[in-house]
């Protein structure tokens, strides 16, 4: 993988060369650096590339998500909103309508699923349970996306809602049975009795005609 990366920037570099100007090479070679953790060139890069093309919400939003990453929530919420106010002058435009609403709550956002689960785990990392559970629910209906079950359900655990927790995993396994090797993953090693009982609780979910049997590994740190 590492090389094919290695051909990629090459390639892209080599298109650089000829278009300095050029948005979508920059922003391939964000993405790439993303991945191999150089989060702090790809934010370089996306910025680079909102430059380039302002109006460009996947532009907008992977700066935001490059800004979650370095832990600034706040900044990337504003990023996230300043995206979504976008879509909405785009979609009034297209219509011929007004510009759109102001993008200050879930409710009135675009049916982007990206920017309502990005935007509900800034709000979650950033302590904002209630929030969080509202943003992620909205893109949770957009797309039942694996990492927005697991966020949601972490969101009600970390205010208390265990049996609201326990509902959206169950929830979660019944749309794919592979999200329950994740949420025990993500769960492994936690030693508190109520996240140990929502982890036991899905040994009793039935998937696929069978009980499932992935093991939950103990450790004394929490994950």
Same mark, same amino acid.
């Given at each position: 993988?590492?090389?094919?990366?290695?051909?990629?920037?090459?390639?892209?570099?080599?298109?650089?060369?000829?278009?300095?100007?050029?948005?979508?090479?920059?922003?391939?070679?964000?993405?790439?650096? *993303?991945? *191999?953790?150089?989060?702090?060139?790809?934010?370089?890069? /996306?910025?680079?590339?909102?430059?380039?093309?302002?109006?460009?919400?996947?532009?907008?939003?992977?700066?935001?998500?490059?800004?979650?990453?370095?832990?600034?929530?706040?900044?990337?919420?504003?990023?996230?909103?300043?995206?979504?106010?976008?879509?909405?002058?785009?979609?009034?435009?297209?219509?011929?309508?007004?510009?759109?609403?102001?993008?200050?709550?879930?409710?009135?956002?675009?049916?982007?699923?990206?920017?309502?689960?990005?935007?509900?785990?800034?709000?979650?990392?950033?302590? *904002?349970?209630?929030?969080?559970?509202?943003?992620?629910? *909205?893109?949770?209906?957009?797309?039942?996306?694996?990492?927005?079950?697991?966020?949601?359900?972490?969101?009600?655990?970390?205010?208390?809602? /265990?049996?609201?927790?326990?509902?959206?995993?169950?929830?979660?396994?019944?749309?794919?049975?592979?999200?329950?090797?994740?949420?025990?993953?993500?769960?492994?090693?936690?030693?508190?009795?109520?996240?140990?009982?929502?982890? $036991?609780?899905?040994?009793?979910?039935?998937?696929?005609?069978? /009980?499932?049997? $992935?093991?939950?590994?103990?450790?004394?740190?929490?994950?």
């Amino acid at each position: 993988m590492s090389h094919e990366w290695d051909a990629c920037l090459a390639a892209i570099e080599q298109q650089l060369q000829r278009s300095p100007s050029c948005e979508y090479p920059l922003y391939v070679k964000a993405l790439i650096f *993303r991945q *191999r953790g150089r989060i702090h060139e790809s934010l370089a890069l /996306f910025q680079t590339a909102t430059c380039l093309n302002p109006r460009s919400t996947n532009n907008l939003t992977q700066v935001g998500h490059s800004l979650a990453l370095l832990g600034k929530h706040k900044q990337a919420l504003t990023v996230y909103a300043e995206a979504a106010k976008t879509v909405q002058e785009q979609a009034a435009a297209a219509k011929g309508g007004g510009k759109g609403g102001s993008g200050s709550s879930s409710g009135s956002w675009p049916e982007d699923w990206a920017l309502l689960h990005h935007s509900g785990a800034s709000h979650l990392a950033l302590g *904002r349970h209630d929030e969080a559970v509202s943003w992620l629910t *909205r893109a949770l209906k957009v797309l039942p996306h694996e990492a927005t079950y697991v966020l949601l359900g972490k969101a009600h655990e970390q205010r208390g809602a /265990f049996a609201q927790a326990q509902l959206i995993y169950q929830a979660a396994v019944r749309d794919d049975a592979n999200t329950l090797e994740c949420i025990l993953r993500k769960e492994r090693g936690m030693t508190h009795l109520k996240h140990v009982t929502l982890c $036991i609780i899905f040994f009793g979910v039935c998937v696929g005609g069978r /009980f499932a049997t $992935i093991p939950i590994a103990a450790s004394s740190t929490p994950a």
